[in-house]
């Protein structure tokens, strides 16, 4: 069973950054796909980046491309989001994500289906 605990939200003012962060445990992490999702209140959760196994391929909604930046080190156990020029509308909580099933480049599995383990969320709140 995959564990995921997220970390590293708070309140930040618009313009600032946040780094938030997910460790995982059990599984196989250096072969999954990995992935943050968000949900704001009164909306549905919806894709914000992935990962591929190895790193070396990422892939952004397009409402973050340029300002967010997915990372991971599979050493730890660990993915990153750098969250930069944050504005008001990414105030939601975000929710790392892992997905076992075989992934292929190319691919944005940005679907919250094509994932089989979440963590509880962090929030973060941007302010005007």
């Known amino acids: 069973q995959v564990q995921l605990v997220e970390s590293g939200g708070g309140l930040v003012q618009a313009g600032g950054s946040l780094r938030l962060s997910c460790v995982a445990s059990g599984g196989s992490f250096s072969t999954y796909r990995m992935g943050w999702f968000r949900q704001a209140p009164g909306k549905e959760r919806e894709f914000v980046a992935s990962i591929n196994s190895s790193g070396g391929r990422t892939y952004y909604a397009d409402s973050v491309k340029g300002r967010f930046t997915i990372s991971r080190d599979n050493a730890k156990n660990t993915i990153n989001l750098q969250m930069n020029s944050l504005k008001p509308e990414d105030t939601a909580v975000y929710y790392c994500?892992?997905?076992?099933?075989?992934?292929?480049?190319?691919?944005?599995?940005?679907?919250?289906?094509?994932?089989?383990?979440w963590g509880q969320g962090t929030q973060a709140t941007v302010s005007s």
């Open positions: 994500a892992a997905r076992s099933r075989r992934s292929y480049d190319g691919i944005y599995y940005s679907s919250s289906n094509d994932y089989a383990y």
